[in-house]
């Protein structure tokens, strides 16, 4: 180490599996040493030196699932790369990983190429999922082409029939060539046929507005898919990790495939470690619609267990930036309503304050959930998601003790809502850098220049 261009000093430095008192040097952009506390920097430096006394010293967040401008059926989500990865860093999380979801008649390569083209007009780094829906003789191919330009992660769903769900064919071709280039099937499981009956029982009844969304795609419909999969991932030996996993008993067949010794992970959403579907009889059950839905308050209890247990292996936001009016067109029909809730922006704090001040999860834990095991699983560890020497300077100050209350106002998403508003917050983010720049200073955006790279996804690293 020569010299440095910036220093952290007086904080408690917070990874994966350790915290302590430490300062952090910053050059070129990157982690240079974390030292002990009042080391001097090296001679010939001089440093901007930033006071993190009192405050937790913790890698930038990585969301692993986010939607950027995602078109569904008649509906595409309002923000671009800049307005999410505003939102984004002002709520902690440094890097965005999103889905490159081909429209009709886009090749899956050639969504990638367009999204990754965006990447440019983010505050922050982005990674990429890709999609594929359909397998034909030139899918290997492409998978390969995807693979080299960085992007290991390919988005799969069981459901939304004629439009993103791949069958079980396509499935298992697509686990095969993944595990052939180092990657990975990301999915989403819910069995299309039980929603499918589910829907046309609640529309007989007259029931299938907004305020019946939870009976619409019911516990079953993920958990019977949870399992058909499991047993594709298994016959061909291939990693799989599934998106929101919203009940205990998927999640606990994730683990358990895990024990068996299969490279199985579950993630779990914010929405549904925190509200229940006590929301659907509320004011605006529209604006809660998402997939799946929103469970009893007992299923989030018994799901949230499993941040202590370490069966959840990563929390994301599944964020999906729909506004109130996109969400009322269709109130009284859930089959024709976008799915989906904002939250890139609001995933930190809420997890935050809901289980590290409210219920005693470490906040070890809560690094290794938002941040290291999500770099992990998309192939950007220890680029991102950790504080170590060579890593992206990529890093938040968190004040653990600050008191507030969530405003849709207040914040910087491209809509006019947000699923937690009024709640009361402890801790949230004071200043943040990116690639050791400061982009949030005193919770305010001090520099709004895009800055953002698409950042290429190595190999998974997967875990038992």
């Given at each position: 180490?020569?010299?440095?261009?910036?220093v952290?000093?007086?904080?408690t430095?917070v990874?994966a599996?350790?915290?302590g008192?430490?300062?952090?040097?910053?050059?070129?952009g990157r982690?240079?040493?974390?030292?002990?506390?009042?080391?001097?920097?090296?001679?010939?430096?001089?440093?901007?030196?930033i006071?993190?006394?009192?405050l937790l010293?913790?890698?930038?967040?990585v969301?692993?699932?986010?939607?950027?401008?995602?078109?569904?059926?008649e509906?595409?989500?309002l923000?671009?790369?800049?307005q999410?990865?505003?939102?984004?860093?002002l709520?902690?999380?440094?890097?965005?990983?999103?889905?490159?979801?081909?429209?009709?008649?886009?090749?899956?390569?050639?969504?990638?190429?367009?999204?990754?083209?965006?990447?440019a007009?983010?505050?922050?780094?982005?990674?990429l999922?890709?999609?594929?829906?359909e397998?034909d003789?030139?899918?290997?191919?492409?998978?390969?082409?995807?693979?080299?330009l960085?992007?290991n992660?390919?988005?799969?769903?069981?459901?939304?029939?004629?439009?993103?769900?791949?069958?079980?064919?396509?499935v298992?071709?697509?686990?095969?060539a993944?595990?052939?280039?180092?990657?990975?099937?990301?999915?989403h499981?819910?069995?299309?046929?039980?929603?499918?009956?589910?829907?046309?029982v609640c529309?007989?009844?007259?029931?299938?507005?907004?305020?019946?969304?939870a009976?619409?795609r019911p516990?079953l419909?993920?958990?019977?898919?949870?399992a058909e999969v499991?047993?594709?991932?298994?016959?061909?030996?291939?990693?799989?990790y599934f998106v929101?996993?919203?009940t205990?008993?998927a999640?606990?067949?994730?683990?358990?495939?895990?024990?068996?010794?299969?490279?199985?992970?579950?993630?779990a959403v914010?929405?549904?470690?925190?509200?229940?579907?006590?929301?659907?009889?509320?004011?605006?059950p529209?604006?809660?619609?998402?997939c799946?839905?929103?469970?009893?308050?007992?299923?989030?209890?018994?799901?949230?267990?499993?941040?202590f247990?370490?069966e959840?292996?990563?929390v994301?936001?599944d964020?999906?930036c729909?506004d109130?009016?996109?969400?009322?067109e269709?109130?009284?029909?859930?089959?024709?309503?976008p799915?989906?809730?904002?939250g890139?922006e609001?995933r930190?704090?809420?997890?935050?304050s809901s289980?590290?001040?409210g219920?005693?999860?470490?906040?070890?834990?809560?690094?290794?959930?938002?941040?290291?095991?999500?770099?992990?699983?998309?192939?950007?560890?220890?680029?991102?998601?950790?504080?170590?020497?060579?890593?992206?300077?990529?890093?938040?100050l968190?004040?653990?003790?600050?008191?507030w209350t969530?405003?849709?106002?207040d914040?910087h998403?491209?809509?006019?809502?947000?699923?937690?508003?009024?709640?009361e917050?402890?801790?949230?983010?004071?200043?943040?850098?990116?690639g050791?720049?400061?982009?949030?200073?005193?919770?305010?955006?001090?520099?709004?220049?895009?800055?953002g790279?698409?950042?290429?996804?190595?190999?998974?690293?997967?875990?038992?």
């Amino acid at each position: 180490m020569s010299t440095v261009d910036l220093v952290v000093r007086g904080g408690t430095v917070v990874n994966a599996g350790w915290q302590g008192e430490a300062d952090v040097f910053v050059a070129e952009g990157r982690i240079a040493a974390l030292v002990t506390p009042g080391v001097p920097v090296p001679s010939g430096s001089h440093p901007e030196e930033i006071d993190a006394t009192g405050l937790l010293v913790m890698p930038g967040g990585v969301d692993p699932h986010c939607h950027v401008g995602f078109t569904s059926g008649e509906f595409t989500s309002l923000d671009d790369y800049s307005q999410c990865t505003t939102a984004a860093v002002l709520g902690g999380t440094t890097t965005i990983v999103d889905f490159a979801i081909p429209r009709p008649g886009q090749s899956p390569l050639d969504a990638v190429e367009q999204r990754r083209a965006a990447a440019a007009e983010g505050l922050c780094d982005s990674a990429l999922h890709g999609c594929v829906v359909e397998w034909d003789d030139t899918t290997a191919d492409q998978l390969h082409e995807m693979a080299a330009l960085g992007v290991n992660t390919i988005k799969m769903f069981t459901t939304y029939r004629g439009e993103t769900m791949a069958d079980e064919h396509t499935v298992l071709r697509t686990m095969k060539a993944m595990r052939a280039t180092g990657g990975m099937v990301v999915i989403h499981c819910e069995a299309d046929h039980i929603i499918d009956e589910a829907q046309q029982v609640c529309g007989a009844r007259g029931e299938a507005g907004a305020e019946h969304m939870a009976a619409t795609r019911p516990e079953l419909a993920e958990t019977a898919s949870v399992a058909e999969v499991l047993a594709i991932a298994e016959s061909v030996g291939a990693p799989v990790y599934f998106v929101h996993q919203s009940t205990a008993e998927a999640v606990e067949l994730v683990a358990a495939a895990r024990r068996r010794g299969q490279s199985a992970y579950s993630e779990a959403v914010a929405h549904h470690l925190v509200l229940d579907e006590s929301v659907y009889t509320g004011e605006h059950p529209e604006r809660f619609v998402c997939c799946p839905p929103l469970r009893s308050r007992e299923a989030v209890n018994n799901l949230s267990r499993h941040l202590f247990t370490g069966e959840i292996s990563t929390v994301g936001s599944d964020h999906c930036c729909y506004d109130t009016g996109q969400k009322e067109e269709y109130r009284h029909d859930v089959r024709a309503m976008p799915n989906g809730l904002p939250g890139v922006e609001t995933r930190l704090p809420v997890v935050y304050s809901s289980y590290v001040e409210g219920r005693g999860l470490p906040v070890t834990r809560f690094v290794e959930l938002a941040a290291a095991n999500p770099a992990r699983l998309n192939g950007l560890y220890p680029r991102k998601g950790v504080l170590s020497p060579g890593s992206d300077a990529d890093i938040v100050l968190w004040d653990p003790a600050a008191r507030w209350t969530v405003r849709s106002q207040d914040l910087h998403m491209a809509t006019d809502y947000t699923p937690y508003e009024g709640m009361e917050m402890t801790g949230r983010p004071r200043t943040v850098l990116v690639g050791g720049r400061v982009v949030v200073r005193d919770g305010e955006l001090v520099d709004a220049r895009p800055g953002g790279r698409s950042v290429p996804s190595g190999p998974v690293e997967t875990f038992c």
